[in-house]
């Protein structure tokens, strides 16, 4: 039987890789199967495309050429990680996926939203998550969670304007795609966020009894 496919999405800052770890501590204690991954990243080319999308020296990075690297990045991450545990039947935890492409590069950067489902065809075609959590944190917020903005990170030095534009663009997302996927309030303690996703898991059938 094909895995479950769980995708994390949020601004930077919003918690998503504590929420993965805290999920995956509780998934190991029911004996459920899983793995942790990334985008950009989760594979040895994938995560090679990272360093050059994230790289603050390449700040002149057209936003075309961005979109295009994700869309790269995720078919090799999907083809070399996501796929081959899918099969396996294992839960696939992924720190974000196309809808932040959608989000930071559709909303944020302004690129026809025709056009990043073009390019993520292969991956909204076939491989599209079974729930995607938005982690609902306005940007400002999540980035005084992580003390500011990495001064390496490309992504996140783009500026205000943007990551605001970014979780406007979430919020927009969740409309359209209202099925897809749940918000979820992270403005308590990571510990009651983590019950908020797992009672959410469990009322789609995802998680637990």
């Known amino acids: 039987m094909r895995g479950r496919f769980i995708a994390f999405e949020g601004c930077e800052g919003a918690g998503k890789s504590t929420q993965m770890r805290l999920l ?6 029911a004996g459920i199967p899983h793995i942790l991954t990334r985008e950009p990243g989760g594979s ?8 050059i999308i994230l790289d603050g020296k390449n700040g002149d990075m057209t936003d075309e050429c961005e979109a295009l690297l994700y869309a790269a990045a995720r078919a090799q991450h999907l083809a070399d990680t996501v796929v081959p545990a899918l099969e396996r039947g294992e839960t696939v935890l992924c720190d974000r996926y196309i809808f932040s492409s959608f989000a930071y590069q559709g909303y944020g950067r302004g690129l026809s939203l ?3 489902k073009e390019i993520n065809a292969f991956a909204a075609e076939n491989y599209m998550p079974d729930l995607t959590l938005f982690l609902d944190i306005p940007s400002s917020h999540a980035f005084a969670r992580k003390h500011g903005a990495d001064p390496h990170d490309r992504m996140e030095q783009a500026g205000e304007a943007f990551h605001r534009r970014v979780y406007e663009g979430y919020k927009a997302l969740l409309r359209e795609y209202p099925h897809a996927i749940a918000a979820v309030d992270c403005s308590g303690t990571k510990y ?5 996703i797992a009672a959410l898991l469990q009322s789609r059938g995802l998680f637990g009894g």
């Not at 995956?24 to 204690?29: N, P, Y």
């Not at 040895?44 to 360093?51: D, F, G, M, V």
């Open 44 to 51: 040895h080319i994938s995560e090679a495309i990272r360093r």
């Open 192 to 196: 009651e966020t983590s019950a908020k």
């Open 114 to 116: 025709s056009f990043l």
């Open 24 to 29: 995956s501590e509780k998934m190991t204690s």
